[in-house]
């Protein structure tokens, strides 16, 4: 079973920033997609930006130009940089691996990381 692991979470003022990273607990081939989600209290999940093998990055318009995703194959680990921080972004934040070949597709999920952000 595999497991993706988040971490960086934690509380910041608002304006500030955090670095969350997300790894897998063995190797994944044929990863399409990794991702970031949050989830804030009363609000449904949301993508907040991905990247696919070929690195193009898709952004949540509520982030863009604040929030920069990078991916690292060979680690089989992707980080999230969330710089200018706002207290908007406060949420439980989730990495996601997506891929599959011709016989299946796979779909990980981790437990989620706690960020905070004070006005």
């Known amino acids: 079973q595999v497991q993706l692991v988040e971490s960086g979470g934690g509380l910041v003022q608002a304006g500030g920033s955090l670095r969350l990273s997300c790894g897998a607990s063995?190797?994944?081939?044929?990863?399409?997609?990794m991702g970031w989600y949050r989830q804030a209290p009363g609000k449904q999940r949301e993508l907040v930006a991905d990247?696919?093998?070929?690195?193009?990055?898709n952004y949540a318009d509520s982030v863009k130009g604040r929030f920069t995703i990078s991916r690292d194959n060979a680690n089989n680990t992707v980080c999230l940089q969330m710089n200018s921080l706002k207290p908007e972004d406060t949420a439980v934040y989730y990495c996601?691996?997506?891929?599959?070949?011709?016989?299946?597709?796979?779909?990980?999920w981790g437990q989620g990381t706690q960020v905070t952000v004070s006005s």
């Open positions: 996601n691996f997506r891929g599959g070949n011709r016989f299946a597709k796979w779909d990980y």
């Open positions: 063995r190797i994944i081939v044929s990863i399409d997609t």
């Open positions: 990247i696919t093998s070929g690195t193009m990055t």
